[in-house]
């Protein structure tokens, strides 16, 4: 019998988590389910034409003007569905799904991506925590903190991100080590990413020759400009905005690097490993597990722009040989924990379990 897959989200922000779902969702579809997924706000940043695909995408609107209809649309889309397991992803949308669970009756998989809860959704997040049928983190370390905070009660595993291995061209040894050195940075304009210690580094680095091509959606802000001309760096820095496709931009730079404050598990970080780059990234949560023992990078400590800087510098003055074996070992982890085959085998396994009520039971 067919089983029906409902995924709530958030929005479909251009993000780690939400293009985790779509993987998901897709090749659930391929593997003949029926799927739906339900975007709790009309937030589409991903170029892809869901009808043609044939995957059934329900956005909701605005909450601030339509919070009854929204809430009526939210019910009988679910109701309509007939759902036989839901994937919660964001702890809104995971609240959301406990109390329609009181309804419809569905298996919940809540799928929580971060180490953190904010303040807001706390209080009601671990009200409800009895009603998830499992609980899925793609970080040890939210698996870990949820846990010891008592913040969820049901089974409790991680999943790795979902990351697609790319055929990587050959490129001379001559246009290896050509000037200046690219870094990528990809991430949006939002706090938790810490552009501003990234900044603070670029502007320590000046007579060094670099570009650092940042990938990200600036949501209309002013400051990121404004800093660049206060620190004399925007000769160094290219702010190129929203990119729904950033295969291009990975291929041509020579390394990545990651500021933030607060991470899950970054897919950035994931895609830069998997076409080979070494990478520096800021020692927190689920990046410092990512990284140690894989010998794919550097970790710096948060906020630090001194020691960021410290740390490119380092990476851009390597024998390019010592580089490309950073970026081997980072690319060799992604291969055998995170590749695309693998992860998406695992979701299949769970959810076949859920639906036909089994004991969890998933190989970590």
């Not at 995924?7 to 969702?25: H, P, V």
């Not at 991680?158 to 001559?174: C, D, E, G, K, M």
């Not at 905005?241 to 931009?249: C, D, H, I, P």
Request: hydrophobic share 45%.
């Amino acid at each position: 019998m067919e089983q029906h897959v409902l995924f709530i989200t958030t929005g479909l922000r251009k993000g780690g988590a939400e293009t985790q779902l779509i993987k998901i969702a897709r090749f659930l579809k391929n593997q003949q389910y029926k799927v739906r997924v339900v975007s709790l706000k009309p937030i589409n940043d991903f170029n892809i034409d869901f009808q043609k695909e044939g995957l059934d995408v329900v956005f909701l609107k605005s909450w601030n003007r339509h919070p009854f209809s929204n809430l009526l649309g939210l019910y009988k889309s679910v109701r309509e569905f007939k759902a036989d397991v839901v994937i919660a992803f964001m702890f809104i949308s995971i609240i959301f799904a406990r109390f329609l669970k009181m309804w419809f009756g569905f298996y919940l998989i809540s799928s929580i991506r971060t180490p953190v809860i904010a303040n807001k959704w706390y209080a009601l997040f671990k009200l409800t925590a009895d009603w998830d049928d499992v609980v899925v983190y793609n970080s040890y370390k939210s698996k870990s903190n949820f846990e010891q905070n008592k913040l969820v009660r049901k089974t409790g595993l991680v999943i790795n991100n979902a990351i697609s291995i790319p055929a990587l061209s050959q490129t001379s040894a001559s246009q290896r080590t050509k000037k200046p050195f690219v870094w990528i940075s990809m991430a949006h304009f939002v706090p938790e990413k810490d552009y501003i210690t990234l900044f603070k580094a670029i502007s320590l680095m000046k007579n060094e020759n670099f570009r650092l091509d940042v990938l990200g959606n600036l949501f209309d802000q002013d400051w990121p400009f404004e800093m660049i001309k206060e620190l004399d760096i925007a000769h160094h820095v290219n702010l190129l905005g929203l990119k729904t496709e950033t295969s291009t931009f990975l291929e041509k730079a020579d390394g990545f690097v990651l500021s933030s404050f607060l991470e899950g598990m970054p897919n950035a970080l994931l895609e830069a490993m998997a076409y080979q780059k070494p990478v520096i990234a800021s020692a927190v949560a689920g990046i410092e597990e990512l990284l140690v023992n894989v010998d794919g990078g550097f970790l710096f400590k948060q906020g630090d722009a001194v020691e960021l800087a410290a740390k490119m510098k380092r990476i851009m003055h390597m024998p390019v040989q010592e580089r490309e074996a950073m970026g081997k070992n980072g690319r060799r982890h992604i291969e055998q924990y995170f590749s695309e085959e693998r992860v998406l085998q695992d979701w299949l396994s769970l959810i076949g379990q859920v639906a036909e009520n089994k004991t969890v039971s998933l190989s970590q």
